[in-house]
């Protein structure tokens, strides 16, 4: 299954890109996993995602916990805490 | 009532944008300006969001603030791109019949877009360092007098 990752602040500048799409892995069920999966990928993501209390997640452009579940999702936004305002 | 929501790059007129809540119903309104604060030798922030997402996250606060309190109007202005020191960065503006509901409604929509819109501040400096803002755990605890 195809689904749409997006990054913004210092995610997306330890990334190095604003978003990518990829095929979910077979075993990659919820957000918590699907970060483990990409920390894998080594570099700009391990460095990203190393403390995962300062990540927040959007699952199809709602805020969600990190337990969320990816089955029948198409986005998966990951960022810092906002700071607006 | 249907709010006005905007998210967009150029600045806007606080005054003209109360005066239009002004009408119908309105015996009251409420405005807020948040400003870039120049503390700490800033040059400028860049504001970045999550373009799909925050007209819907703002809509969703307006709501939430229409559904608790009786408005005659609201509008929430929001900034992005770069901005200097001195600038206008947000305007929220509720109307209603009496004082309480405009002012409570305006700050209950200010302290939660602090926390539930997609937006991210960068600080650059004039000394060159640049950095992303952090989120103040005060703002959760601003936004938790509301529940």
Redesign the interface.
Known sequence: MAIEL?Y???VREAIGRDGETIDLPDGVETVDALIDWLAGRGNGYVEAFADRSRLRV?VD?E?AGLDAPLAGVREV?I??????? | MTPEIRVQRETFDPAAEGAKLEGGDAGAVATFT?LVRGEGGLAALE????P??TE??LRRIAADAAERWALAGLTII?RVGRMEPGERI?FVGAASRHRGDAIDAMHFV?DW??????????EEFIDGRSG????REG?EAQKQRWT
């Open positions: 997006l913004f602040a210092w959007a452009q805020f936004a960022f810092p805490p906002v700071t607006g305002g | 948040g504001l970045e969001h999550y799909v997402m819907d996250a929001h947000v200010i877009l602090k926390t539930d819109a997609p937006f991210w501040k960068r992303w803002v952090e989120a703002d």
